[in-house]
C-alpha cells in the first residue's frame, strides 16, 4: 500500500465523520462568529439551512465512500 492509498483512505474517512457530525447535528455551526461569516447561515432559513447541511453531510460521506473505494481499486 503506498502513501497516496493511506492518503486517500485517511482522507475518506474524515470526510464520512465530517458527513455524519452534519447529519447529527446540523445547527452545530449556527452560533458565535459564524453567523457574521457565513453565507448560508445569513441567505437561508434556519429550516432551509438545517436542510442544506444535512445534503452536504450525505455529499461528504458518499464522497468519503468514494475515496475509500478508489483506494483499493487502485
Partial sequence: M???HRI??????VLIGF???YLRQPALYRR???M???LAIR?????????????LGIIFILL???LIVGAFLQ
Wanted: positive net charge; without cysteine; proline residues 0%.
Fill in 2 to 4: 503506498t502513501d497516496s
Fill in 8 to 13: 486517500m483512505i485517511v482522507g475518506g474517512f
Fill in 19 to 21: 458527513g455524519l457530525l
Fill in 32 to 34: 458565535g462568529i459564524w
Fill in 36 to 38: 457574521k461569516t457565513s
Fill in 43 to 55: 441567505l437561508l432559513s434556519e429550516r432551509a439551512y438545517i436542510r442544506y447541511i444535512k445534503g
Fill in 64 to 66: 468519503g465512500i468514494g
